[in-house]
């Protein structure tokens, strides 16, 4: 018989105490949690509980049986397939689990996703501060919530709010997209006086206003890949305090590495282009372009890491229309790492 195919009631319901509201109306473990069944006290017989699942089988389902004390504080869970090992005489309370997973009630909904992420328990018990169950919350119900929040963050990189469905209205889906495409023109304004400033040069060495766009290419992919990766890893909990400062080490030495091997193939294509168009020193070219893609892949990698993590320092959604900041600071790295070299060197 499987555990989580057994159905029962409670014989004696513990009714949950009101919730607090959180201050910063975060949902917590209590907004999933539906009431506890399946109570019994340790010194109930497998016999005494059994006759009594036999006659509340069909007012509720559960999974395992708690056990709890007198004032309700949860002291272990019974399985199913321990109570059908267990000889009839034997009670509860010695055939029970004592080390248990539990759920705090007040514990936010992406805290609890992440201390339960490796456990796949079909349920899990819910406590107050005084360790008493007051609740049950089904591991797909956690799951398929957090899932929501997860899938949103796609849309939140580039301005488009958690709230905006299919069905929202089209006024309502411009008033919450639209402001945030005027910042993503204005970050275009300062990517656009970058190169207006380099104005002489590009007019002197056409060639360039070529690859600009290969530059701003792959500094953005590698600045993305950075953020989808931060990003994951706040999500699922795996930036621990204090690991920042490696976290952007490791992006930016990423960035390092990938910015050196597609420099190496940018850098052959700008030489054999430069040879085509009859450019004096074409080696030179390729040099530049080879140079810059190494240094602003690697700025682009550290930008995509920090970025997130700023926007968290700073109280705000780390994934809230972060890939326009990341596109900016991109397209700016790159475009100006790469004119700044050629005005130099060619």
Not at 213 to 225: E, L, S
């Amino acid at each position: 018989m499987s555990d989580a195919a057994v159905a029962v009631a409670a014989p004696e319901p513990v009714v949950p105490e009101p919730v607090a509201t959180r201050k910063n109306d975060d949902p917590t473990v209590a907004s999933l949690m539906s009431p506890p069944v399946g109570v019994f006290k340790p010194g109930t017989t497998v016999a005494e509980a059994t006759e009594q699942l036999r006659e509340q089988v069909k007012t509720a389902f559960v999974t395992y049986l708690y056990v709890v004390d007198d004032g309700g504080r949860l002291l272990g869970l019974v399985v199913m397939r321990e109570m059908l090992l267990a000889k009839p005489e034997d009670t509860l309370e010695s055939i029970m689990l004592r080390d248990l997973f539990v759920l705090e009630r007040d514990m936010p909904l992406d805290d609890a996703l992440r201390a339960a992420l490796y456990k796949h328990f079909p349920v899990y018990p819910v406590v107050d501060a005084g360790g008493r169950l007051v609740g049950l919350v089904r591991g797909p119900e956690l799951f398929a919530n957090r899932a929501v929040e997860i899938s949103a963050q796609a849309g939140a990189m580039v301005g488009v709010e958690k709230e905006e469905r299919l069905g929202t209205p089209v006024m309502r889906s411009l008033r919450l997209r639209h402001p945030w495409l005027q910042i993503n023109l204005l970050t275009a304004f300062v990517a656009a006086a970058v190169v207006g400033v380099f104005e002489d040069t590009l007019s002197r060495l056409v060639i360039l206003a070529v690859f600009l766009p290969v530059m701003a290419g792959q500094t953005g992919n590698t600045g993305c890949q950075a953020l989808a990766v931060t990003l994951r890893g706040m999500t699922l909990g795996d930036v621990q305090p204090g690991a920042e400062a490696g976290l952007v080490r490791k992006e930016g030495l990423l960035g390092l590495v990938n910015g050196a091997l597609v420099g190496l193939t940018a850098g052959a294509g700008m030489y054999i282009y430069a040879n085509m168009q009859g450019e004096p020193g074409p080696l030179w070219f390729g040099f530049v372009v080879f140079v810059s893609m190494i240094a602003a892949c690697t700025a682009s990698g550290i930008a995509g890491a920090l970025i997130p993590l700023t926007l968290k320092k700073l109280g705000a959604d780390p994934a809230t229309a972060s890939s326009i900041f990341l596109t900016t600071a991109s397209d700016v790295t790159s475009m100006g790492i790469f004119l700044t070299l050629a005005t130099v060197m060619l």
